[in-house]
DNA sequence: CACAACTAGATTGTGCACAATATAAAATGT
DNA sequence: ACATTTTATATTGTGCACAATCTAGTTGTG
């Protein structure tokens, strides 16, 4: 017995996935920062951009709830786009406990720039998209998995 | 054609694989938490343990090559542990530019208390180990992949 | 209506993370 | 030997990230 734990000890840092994936998430940031550079964003406000631009006009807590990120990240994030002069923050009317994010002209424009920055991030993986989706979708399947056991 | 980009939009947040690894280190991170704070280490605190259990008596550096940090993000880190009571920081006598970094007693001792850190987050991950073994191995290829694109 | 329970955001405090810069020691070239 | 360059660490400033706490607004119950 204990064949496994030798092949795999425990507290070897080689030895952990979650390593693999927080230094993964570092080596993906410092290639996004000087694609993001041109367009001034910083990887945390390109992931709110990303959202805003499949649907606009939503809550803070609608984006928190995509990015698994809360209030205390997101209103300081959020008024450093508003002061870029890429979104509006207005309390909503119905519900004014609500503070509804919407993009401004520059901030739709800023799509359009933004459409090369994948395929810069790709190029640097030097995979395949087959091979990125399959991963994306054991990582996403793990994460939700992680998640679940929170609830617990 | 087109059809592949009709499938994987480049700019939607779903089909990001470095939001996946973004969310999925972020779910790590809130797993390990708790189970950290049995040991009053944080997760990059643990990490510099888990380097520093293989082998200490190291200088700053090889400790920032092993994680991928550098020393502004490491300095103060140490700071904490050493006022914690689990190293000791030391000029080297050889080369008095390196700072080198040892386990006390209690840093020693922890070891122990870490032990069931990972069966902790194995039972979370819902997961078999040969599962995360490989995707383990898949993450850290894609790492070493982007990192060899910084350097060019 | 009154009052408790809940919800959305904002605030504060602590701890990463990195760029840019500074400092001092070591290594190197001539 | 001395000037140049490189290296290891520290410092400062900006920006996440989250726990804990606060305020204001909403909902539910009698």
Redesign the interface.
């Known amino acids: 017995m204990a064949r ?1 734990s030798a092949a ?1 000890p ?4 080689d ?14 940031n ?3 920062k000087p694609l993001l550079e041109r367009l001034g964003l910083t ?1 945390p406000q390109y ?1 709110v951009m ?2 805003l ?2 649907r606009d006009d939503v809550p803070v807590k609608d984006i928190g709830q ?3 990120l809360d209030s205390g990240t997101l209103t300081p994030l959020l008024k450093r786009l508003e002061a870029a002069g890429l979104i509006r923050r207005t309390r909503s009317a119905e519900d004014e406990r609500q503070v509804l994010i919407a993009l401004t002209p520059q901030g739709h424009a800023l ?1 359009d720039k ?2 090369t920055v ?2 810069g ?1 790709l ?5 395949s ?1 087959d091979e ?2 399959s ?2 979708s ?3 399947a ?2 939700d ?6 609830g617990e």
Request: hydrophobic content about 55%; some cysteine; glycine content about 0%.
């Open positions: 496994k795999h425990p507290l070897k840092l030895n952990q996935i979650c390593f693999a994936v927080y230094s993964t998430a570092h080596a993906f410092r290639i996004y990887y992931l990303l959202v631009w499949e995509r990015l698994f799509r933004a459409k994948p395929q991030v190029a640097a993986s030097a995979c998209v990125l989706v991963l994306k054991e990582l996403v793990l994460r998995r992680l998640i679940a056991a929170l």
